[in-house]
């Protein structure tokens, strides 16, 4: 079974502070995404990258950043974070272009305070 | 632009059925639909390309009007395990698998 795990279950952090949030998954997939869920608007695309070194923007990718270093880990960074970004972020991989299932990780809740 | 979904939310007797719809405004691609129970990850259910095919899963299908740009999920004889929040996930192109993600249903199953 592919498996995307994302570093962190829970997450406190101050305004301004910079966080990181990462995810790997562990077979090979080329695409990653991260989202972010808030209650009643579903699951918003922030960043995806279809490879290694590359990213594209999603919906609403204000202050936010993205890295993919290596084909297994993706990490979305809030430059300064905000209460805004409040939020329950998912990560998901899936496999290549072509229509592909994704694979989600389980979910950072990050609070900001 | 986000798909609509709806209804937002149902609640059903076991044994009930219940059709959630997913419409588009845009030309789709394909459809995926999610299933996500609550503290958990969204878990795939399948994809429909457009073509108009219908797919099943267990007494969990699928249709895709690509005429109305819309799907509908049918939940058939729904069980207690049928409980959770769907997600449609539209793909307008087949460019990098990218999804625009519905607001979601959330379907209660009571015994």
């Known amino acids: 079974d592919v498996k995307v795990t994302q570093s962190s279950r829970y997450l406190v952090k101050r305004t301004g502070e910079k966080v990181f949030l990462e995810c790997v998954q562990d077979m090979d997939h080329e695409n990653m995404f991260w989202y972010r869920q808030d209650p009643g608007l579903g699951l918003r695309l922030i960043y995806f990258s279809y490879d290694v070194k590359m990213k594209e923007k999603g919906d609403i990718p204000e202050g936010y950043s993205v890295s993919r270093e290596k084909k297994e880990r993706f990490s979305l960074i809030l430059e300064s974070a905000s209460t805004n970004q409040t939020s329950m972020y998912l990560c998901?991989?899936?496999?290549?272009?072509?229509?592909?299932?994704?694979?989600f990780g389980s979910g950072t809740r990050l609070t900001v305070v | 632009q986000q798909p609509v979904q709806s209804p937002q939310a149902v609640i059903l007797r076991e044994g009930e059925d219940a059709v959630i719809n997913c419409s588009s405004s845009k030309a789709l691609y394909s459809v995926h639909w999610y299933r996500q129970k609550h503290g958990e990850a969204p878990v795939f259910l399948m994809i429909l390309l457009k073509g108009g095919e219908q797919k099943g899963h267990d007494k969990i299908s699928a249709s895709f009007n690509e005429k109305k740009q819309q799907s509908s999920l049918y939940l058939t004889a729904s069980q207690l395990s049928y409980s959770g929040t769907y997600f449609c996930?539209?793909?307008?192109?087949?460019?990098?698998?990218?999804?625009?993600f519905g607001g979601g249903t959330r379907l209660m199953v009571k015994p």
């Open positions: 996930g539209t793909e307008y192109s087949n460019a990098g698998n990218m999804l625009t």
């Open positions: 998901a991989s899936s496999q290549g272009s072509g229509p592909y299932g994704y694979t």
